[in-house]
Antibody, heavy 120, light 108 residues
């Protein structure tokens, strides 16, 4: 079954850290670039981070640059998002998503999301 | 950064109606435009990529058109399961892709 399953969300105080994981199954993980997308309560979608299929290239939204780090372990079919110095505005449902590739891209597979709450 | 806008913000239509949602980019993005559907309480799903290509498994009542800065998502005959929020996304400015703010579709 082709799927992505996120984990690692929870309640954390401002300034603390959290590490999210996304486990892929049912397809060759190393073939695809991956993304983290977040959605604050009753808000739209925000692309947080991108990583290339081989892990050599990454990029971040300005809102998280310098605080978040995306990584992947192709031998374990897992994607990670290390979130440091968390702020209240980082509270959201975090999705991992697969990039289907090609020049136009498109995120063709999404996980169910993991919820991050930042509160003192 | 490329800024995306959508109109309307929300709409209410009856089953069987033809529904159109517009998306505009702040600069030309050729055909690097995707559409997603997000039903309440679920993750987004890819509907259309490259402005007009139907993603695998998506019903043929969905179609996309446009190029440059102006794009349209059309549902030819609205069905009850089509309720939700629809987002456009540009993938021209790689990898700084951006989403539109969304259009919420309600069923009358």
């Amino acid at each position: 079954q082709v799927q992505l399953v996120e984990s690692g969300g929870g309640v954390v105080q401002p300034g603390r850290s959290l590490r999210l994981s996304c486990t892929a199954s049912g397809y060759i993980f190393s073939y695809y670039a991956m993304h983290w997308v977040r959605q604050a309560p009753d808000k739209g979608l925000e692309l947080v981070a991108f990583i290339s299929s081989d892990g050599r290239i990454d990029s971040y939204a300005d809102s998280v640059k310098g605080r978040f780090t995306i990584s992947r372990d192709n031998s374990q079919n897992t994607l990670h998002l290390q979130m440091n110095s968390l702020r209240t505005e980082d509270a959201a449902l975090y999705y991992c998503a697969r990039d289907q590739g090609g020049p136009e891209g498109g995120f063709d597979l999404w996980g169910q999301g993991t919820l991050v709450t930042v509160s003192s | 950064d490329i800024h995306m806008t959508q109109s309307p913000t929300s709409l209410s239509a009856s089953v069987g109606d033809r529904v159109t949602i517009s998306c505009r980019a702040s600069q030309s993005i050729s055909s690097f435009l995707n559409w997603y559907q997000q039903r309440p309480g679920t993750a987004p799903k890819l509907l259309i990529y490259a402005a007009s290509r139907l993603h695998s498994g998506v019903p043929s009542r969905f179609s996309g058109s446009g190029s440059g800065t102006d794009f349209t998502l059309t549902i030819s005959s609205l069905q009850p399961e089509d309720l939700g929020t629809y987002y456009c996304q540009q993938t021209y400015n790689s990898p700084a892709w951006t989403f539109g703010p969304g259009t919420t579709v309600e069923i009358k």
